[in-house]
């Protein structure tokens, strides 16, 4: 995305990235305070070629030295999730933000488990942590909320796995939920292990981020009510377009009474329901405020070029609060 929009970028808001470190468990590790040369980047990973090649490599090739030596202004932790410690990405975050780096990261666990310890660290330090990629991938969300919302948030509740998304709508056509499941990872879009989608984990993730940095609740794992879509009969999922209804695997939170509480599971919604109209991998959010009543947010969830439009969004807005 950086080629391809370079012109454009530096145009339309003076903005010229320089990448000058890249740390990769299979392909190395690089330095180049002068900046790495990204055509020569993006050949030498289309090659599965050693990263090291490129440029320097610091003492100890890991990804505290890269944090540490690169002299970056801004860390971009691009790690799997992992929900249960939301490691290593917690750890390589807070190294970050107490060396004065800002943070973008598109890994769900440190933000759905510590986000607001992490937005402390980054206000005491001086710098900007942002998670736009975290939720719904590129289509615009905490931006919008940042940016765009002037009264409070009550309630909301969408459909934030495209995954789960894509078998249920492969479900009402008559497939079998495995042979839904098989045809999501033939195209890429389940994992061999389907179970966090599948099971509702990536989704309560998203949900937990949006009802604890949203909403300003403080909730847990272990606090949110998880269904997945797995015990769901096809039969039922077929037949429910000629009753009038659809079945989606709704992620929703809500402040209620002083308290936050938030919940992930399938539900059959009405056809008059915005969220009942997102078919395949796409994600929905609906959003209810007081007193501008409901909108509905509707995009891509998923992909690497989705992804990096929000890791690039992200950037483009601690570029503008530095300027």
Request: proline share 6%; hydrophobic share 45%; glycine share 10%.
């Amino acid at each position: 995305m950086l080629l391809r929009h370079s012109s454009w970028l530096r145009e339309r808001f003076g903005f010229s990235p320089k990448i000058v470190a890249l740390h990769d468990l299979r392909r190395g590790t690089v330095l180049s305070p002068s900046g790495l040369d990204l055509r020569a980047l993006a050949k030498a990973w289309e090659e599965n070629r050693n990263l090291s090649e490129l440029g320097e490599s610091p003492g100890r090739p890991d990804a505290f030295s890269v944090i540490q030596e690169s002299q970056a202004d801004a860390v971009l932790e691009l790690t799997p999730t992992d929900l249960s410690t939301g490691e290593p990405a917690a750890s390589h975050i807070r190294a970050a933000l107490s060396l004065g780096k800002h943070v973008v990261t598109t890994n769900k666990g440190p933000v759905a488990l510590f986000g607001k310890e992490l937005l402390a660290l980054a206000r005491e330090n001086g710098v900007q942590f942002r998670f736009e990629g975290t939720v719904m991938a590129g289509t615009p969300l905490f931006s919008l909320i940042d940016f765009g919302i002037a009264t409070p948030i009550r309630r909301v509740r969408g459909i934030l796995n495209g995954t789960t998304n894509f078998i249920l709508t492969q479900m009402e056509e008559g497939k079998t939920y495995a042979e839904a499941l098989a045809e999501a990872q033939r195209l890429g879009y389940a994992e061999t292990d389907p179970t966090a989608d599948v099971e509702g984990f990536d989704a309560l993730a998203k949900i937990l981020i949006i009802a604890n940095m949203v909403l300003g609740g403080d909730l847990r794992v272990q606090d949110v009510p998880r269904e997945g879509i797995t015990k769901l009969d096809p039969k039922e999922v077929q037949n429910a377009p000629k009753e009038g209804f659809r079945w989606k695997l709704v992620a929703e939170a809500a402040w209620e009474e002083g308290k936050v509480w938030a919940k992930v599971g399938p539900e059959r919604l009405p056809l008059s329901d915005p969220l009942s109209q997102v078919l395949g991998v796409l994600n929905a959010l609906t959003l209810e405020f007081d007193p501008l009543g409901a909108i509905t947010v509707i995009g891509p969830g998923a992909g690497p070029e989705v992804t990096g439009h929000a890791i690039l969004s992200d950037l483009l807005a601690i570029h503008k609060g530095l300027q």
